[in-house]
């Protein structure tokens, strides 16, 4: 069975620029996390897809950032216009679909803003 | 105050040794406990994943949830140089994982 996958695995950008990531989650996984974690700080939350309805954009930063599920099966996140403390690692989970269901990680995309 | 605390370390042990992690956390409406291994640029990889009080054993690995004391623990014994990774601590709330800081763990040969 295929993990989680991510793409691009790394991705430097000029500030201003547009960029945007994908993940591809576990076949049959109806939710679908991002995370993010900036340098020296833990790891957040970002966003909950069930299926293809955002269940909960509570740790998004703001508006620059917009993450879409078409169809419910791979997610995109842009970021547009990104900014220098947009840099990090994302990460995109999936897990199957009760509340507490273990998530399963992707390798994450790290993002440089320049 | 953060929500779950976790020692950054390094924490350097020789091979063979039994190894304590420890995650403290606050919130009591946590409901599950989590711990991720962690290999440099690679995503976090589910280790050991428990909801209630009372350990839990996973071959070398065993993990321990005190809700009492809002103290989870890893343990892993017969150490490898394989184990060196960071172990990072998660906790649910509803559908969000809640994250310690991570652990860096160095298995010296």
């Known amino acids: 069975e295929a993990g989680v996958t991510q793409f691009p695995s790394h991705s430097v950008i000029e500030k201003g620029q547009t960029v945007t990531l994908r993940c591809d989650p576990i076949?049959?996984?109806?939710?679908l996390y991002w995370y993010r974690r900036v340098m020296g700080k833990e790891i957040k939350f970002l966003l909950h897809?069930?299926?293809?309805?955002?269940?909960?954009e509570s740790g998004m930063p703001n508006n620059r950032f917009l993450a879409e599920r078409t169809g419910g099966t791979y997610s995109t996140l842009k970021v547009q216009p990104a900014e220098l403390e947009d840099s990090g690692v994302y990460f995109c989970?999936?897990?199957?679909?009760?509340?507490?269901?273990?998530?399963?990680f992707g390798d994450g995309t790290r993002l440089s803003i320049l | 105050q953060k929500e779950v605390e976790q020692d950054p370390g390094p924490l350097s042990v020789p091979e063979g040794a039994i190894v304590s992690l420890n995650c403290t956390y606050s919130?009591?409406?946590?409901?599950?406990f989590m711990w991720y291994r962690q290999y440099s640029r690679k995503g976090p990889e589910l280790l050991m994943y428990?909801?209630s009080s009372g350990n839990k054993e996973d071959g070398r690995f065993t993990a321990q949830v005190d809700k009492s004391s809002k103290y989870i623990s890893l343990f892993i014994r017969d150490s490898q140089p394989s184990d060196s990774a960071t172990y990072l601590c998660?906790?649910?709330?509803?559908?969000?994982?809640?994250w310690g800081a991570g652990t860096k763990l160095i298995i010296k040969p």
């Open positions: 428990t909801y």
């Open positions: 989970a999936s897990s199957q679909d009760w509340e507490g269901s273990p998530q399963h």
């Open positions: 998660a906790m649910s709330l509803g559908y969000q994982l809640i």
């Open positions: 076949s049959g996984h109806d939710n």
């Open positions: 919130n009591s409406a946590f409901q599950y």
């Open positions: 897809f069930v299926k293809e309805s955002k269940q909960d």
